[in-house]
C-alpha cells in the first residue's frame, strides 16, 4: 500500500465533490458521488487487507513535510494499522450504502446535486481523519466534518427548525473543538511534535512529560482532547445538539449517527489511547460515557419523534463505547463501534424508509399497523432492533457483553449504570416497535413499502447487523489494544436478562394499549422535554451570552462615541492650528502681514519721488525754511 493509494481513500470523494457542487442534474451528480465512494470503498477494503495481516500494535506511516517555519518542519501523513483499516472498511462501506439509498431518497429534490456534493465533502472530511497521522491534518479534517455536518443538517433551510439545528449543531460542537485545539497546541509545546508515529520519536511513542498548570502534561492534553471527543461524539454535556440533527434529510441522520462524525470522537479517544494511559484519564472517559449512556437512555422514553427516539439511542450507545474504551481498551470500545455502525445505519435508513412510507409521517403516535403494507422494511428493522438491544447471538449481544465484561473487572458502578442503560434501551425500542408495525394504521395516508433501491441496502445491513459480532469478535479483540476481561457468570446473566427482561417489560406495558389515542405512561413531562436540558443552558449560558452580548454592544456604542469625539476633536485641533496659527498669526502678522506692510511703506516712500520739479524745488523750499527756523530756535 503506497501514498498515493491511501491518499487517494479521502481524495475520491473529495473530487467528487468538488465536480458535483457545479452539476444541476442530481442523477448525474449522485452517479458521480457513488462511484467516487465505490472507488474508495475498493481501496479501503485492500487497505483492511493488508492491515489485518499486520501484528497488534504494528503500523506503517507515510509522512511527508508540509511546510517549514524557520528551523522546524511541520510534518504532515497516513498511518495504517488495524484500528484505522478496521474504520476505513467500516466507513467507506456503509457510506457506500448510504450513498446509494439516498438515489432514492433524495430523487425528488430539486438540489438533489448538491445534497451529494456535501455527502462527499463529509465522506472526504472523515476518511482523512480516520487516516491522519497527524494531530493537526486530523483537526483539519475533522473541521471538514464539521462544516459539512452543518451543511446537511440545515440542508432543507427552508425550515426554521432545520436551520436553527444546524447552527445549534455547529456551535456546541466548536465548544469541543476549542478544548480540542489547545489540547494540540499544548502537546505540540510540551514535545515539539504532532505526527502520532514517527519512527519511534512521535507523539503517542514518546509521550508528553512534565507539569502543565498544575498538572500531569499527558492526562491534562487527554482531557483537552477528550472535549473534542465529547462535542462530537454528543457525550454530557455537549450532547443537545445530537437529537436536533433528525432535522436533516434522514440518510443524513444515518450517516452522521452511525459511521461517520459521531464516531469521530470515539476513533480520537481509541487513537489517543496511549495519552489517556499515561495520564490516567481513562476513569473519567467511563464514567463519562456511563452518565451519558443512562441519561439518554431515559430521556428516548418520552419521545415521539421515531428518528429523535434513535439519535437519544446513539448517544447513549456512543456512551457505552466510551464505557468500553475506559474499561477495557480499544478493542472492547472499536469493536462496539464497528457493530453499531451496521445496526445504526439500518435503523436509521430503516426510519426513513418508513418516513418515506407514511408520506412524511414522523410521529409514531400517527404510525402503526406498517407490518403487512411495508413487510422488507419491517423485518430489516426489527433485526437492527434486536442488535440494538442486545439480544442474544446478534452482533450488538457479543459487543455490549464485552464492554459489561469489562466494567464489571475494573468498575462495578459503571457496570451497573451501563446495565441499567442496556435495560432501557430494549424498553424504549420495544416502545418504539409496538407503536409503529402492529395494529391498524393511525395515519392519514395509506402506508406503502419503499422501491428497492432504498429496501436492498436495508436488506445487506440487517444481514450485518445479525451476524457481524459473531463472526468479527475474536479478530477484532485480537488484532485491537485492550485486553477482553473474563466473562462471570454475573456478567453472562444479568446481559441476557436486561435484553430479554426490557423487550418483556416493553411488551407488558404497551400491549393493548390503544396506542396514539391514551396516555403513554412512560411518556412522563420530564422525559418528554428532555430533561430540561435545553431550557437550562437558555437559562444560564443563554442569557450570560445575551448578557455579553448586551454589555460588548454597549462598550462598542461607548468605543464609537469615543472615536467620534476624537475624531471632532483633532478635527477642532487642526483647524485651531489651520486658522488661528497659520492664517492670522503666520499669514497675518509674521512673514505674510511684514512683506505687506513693508510694501506699504515702500510705496509710502515712493509716493513723493513723482518726477515732477516744481513739487521738488517747493520741497527744498520747505525744507530750507524749516531748517532755518530751527537753527534760529536753537540760537
Not at 73 to 84: E, H, Q, R, S, W
Request: overall charge neutral.
Amino acid at each position: 500500500m503506497t501514498t498515493t493509494t491511501l491518499a487517494l481513500i479521502p481524495l475520491l470523494p473529495l473530487l467528487a465533490a468538488a465536480l458535483t457542487c457545479g452539476l444541476q442534474n442530481g442523477r448525474r451528480a449522485a452517479g458521480v458521488a457513488i462511484a467516487a465512494m465505490l472507488g474508495s470503498c475498493g481501496l479501503a477494503l485492500a487497505a483492511f487487507n493488508e492491515a489485518w495481516g499486520m501484528a497488534a500494535g504494528a503500523h506503517k506511516t507515510f509522512n511527508f513535510e508540509w511546510l517549514t517555519v524557520g528551523d522546524t518542519a511541520i510534518p504532515l501523513g497516513f498511518v495504517l494499522d488495524p484500528l484505522n483499516g478496521a474504520m476505513l472498511a467500516m466507513v467507506t462501506f456503509i457510506g457506500l450504502l448510504i450513498f446509494i439509498y439516498s438515489a432514492g431518497y433524495m430523487k425528488d429534490d430539486e438540489r438533489m446535486a448538491r445534497f451529494f456534493c456535501y455527502l462527499s465533502l463529509f465522506a472526504a472530511g472523515m476518511l482523512g481523519l480516520v487516516l491522519a497521522n497527524s494531530l493537526l491534518l486530523l483537526f483539519m479534517c475533522w473541521e471538514i466534518v464539521g462544516v459539512a455536518s452543518y451543511l446537511l443538517i440545515s440542508f432543507w433551510f427552508h425550515k426554521p427548525e432545520a436551520a436553527a439545528a444546524g447552527k445549534k449543531a455547529f456551535i456546541v460542537t466548536r465548544i469541543g473543538d476549542m478544548g480540542f485545539l489547545i489540547g494540540i497546541l499544548l502537546a505540540f509545546k510540551t514535545t515539539g511534535t504532532l505526527t502520532l508515529y514517527d519512527g519511534g520519536q512521535g507523539l503517542l511513542e514518546t509521550l508528553p512529560s512534565g507539569m502543565v498548570w498544575g498538572m500531569q502534561a499527558s492526562g491534562l492534553i487527554s482531557l483537552l482532547l477528550f472535549m473534542g471527543a465529547i462535542g462530537k461524539s454528543g457525550q454530557l454535556p455537549l450532547h443537545v445538539w445530537l437529537p436536533d440533527a433528525m432535522e436533516g434529510p434522514t440518510p443524513v441522520s444515518a450517516l452522521i449517527h452511525a459511521a461517520t462524525m459521531v464516531a469521530a470522537g470515539v476513533f480520537l479517544v481509541a487513537r489517543a489511547i496511549p495519552l489517556f494511559e499515561a495520564g490516567d484519564t481513562l476513569p473519567v472517559v467511563a464514567w463519562v460515557g456511563a452518565i451519558t449512556a443512562l441519561v439518554a437512555a431515559f430521556i428516548a422514553l418520552g419521545q415521539y419523534d421515531l428518528k429523535r427516539i434513535l439519535a437519544y439511542s446513539t448517544v447513549s450507545q456512543l456512551g457505552l463505547m466510551m464505557v468500553g474504551l475506559g474499561v477495557a481498551g480499544v478493542s472492547v470500545g472499536m469493536f462496539h463501534l464497528l457493530t453499531h455502525a451496521f445496526f445504526k445505519a439500518l435503523l436509521f435508513l430503516g426510519a426513513g424508509s418508513i418516513i418515506h412510507g407514511c408520506h412524511e409521517e414522523q410521529d409514531i403516535r400517527k404510525m402503526g399497523g406498517l407490518a403487512k403494507p411495508m413487510p422488507v422494511t419491517t423485518i430489516a428493522y426489527l433485526c437492527g432492533t434486536l442488535a440494538l438491544v442486545a439480544f442474544p447471538f446478534t452482533s450488538g449481544f457479543f459487543s455490549k457483553d464485552e464492554i459489561l465484561a469489562g466494567a464489571w473487572a475494573t468498575n462495578q458502578p459503571v457496570f451497573w449504570i451501563a446495565a441499567a442503560a442496556s435495560l432501557l434501551t430494549a424498553v424504549y425500542m420495544t416502545r418504539q416497535c409496538m407503536y409503529v408495525f402492529p395494529g391498524t394504521h393511525r395515519g392519514a395516508h395509506t402506508p406503502h413499502e419503499s422501491p428497492r433501491i432504498m429496501t436492498v441496502p436495508l436488506v445487506i445491513l440487517a444481514l450485518f447487523a445479525l451476524g457481524l459480532g459473531g463472526l468479527a469478535k475474536d479478530s477484532v479483540l485480537a488484532k485491537l489494544p485492550g485486553e477482553a476481561a473474563q466473562h462471570e457468570t454475573i456478567v453472562i446473566v444479568v446481559s441476557i436478562a436486561v435484553a430479554l427482561g426490557g423487550i418483556a417489560l416493553g411488551w407488558l406495558i404497551y400491549r393493548g394499549r390503544a396506542l396514539g389515542q391514551a396516555a403513554d405512561p412512560l411518556a412522563v413531562t420530564p422525559l418528554v422535554r428532555k430533561l430540561w436540558f435545553d431550557e437550562l443552558y437558555a437559562a444560564t449560558v443563554g442569557r450570560l451570552w445575551s448578557l455579553a452580548i448586551i454589555i460588548a454592544e454597549q462598550l462598542n456604542e461607548l468605543l464609537l462615541r469615543v472615536r467620534d469625539l476624537a475624531v471632532l476633536l483633532a478635527d477642532r485641533t487642526g483647524n485651531a492650528f489651520a486658522i488661528g496659527g497659520d492664517r492670522k498669526l503666520i499669514d497675518t502678522l509674521a512673514f505674510d502681514g511684514m512683506c505687506n506692510r513693508l510694501r506699504s511703506a515702500g510705496h509710502a516712500v515712493t509716493r513723493p519721488q513723482n518726477g515732477f520739479l516744481p513739487g521738488y524745488l517747493r520741497l527744498i523750499a520747505l525744507g530750507a525754511v524749516a531748517l532755518g527756523v530751527l537753527v534760529f530756535w536753537i540760537k
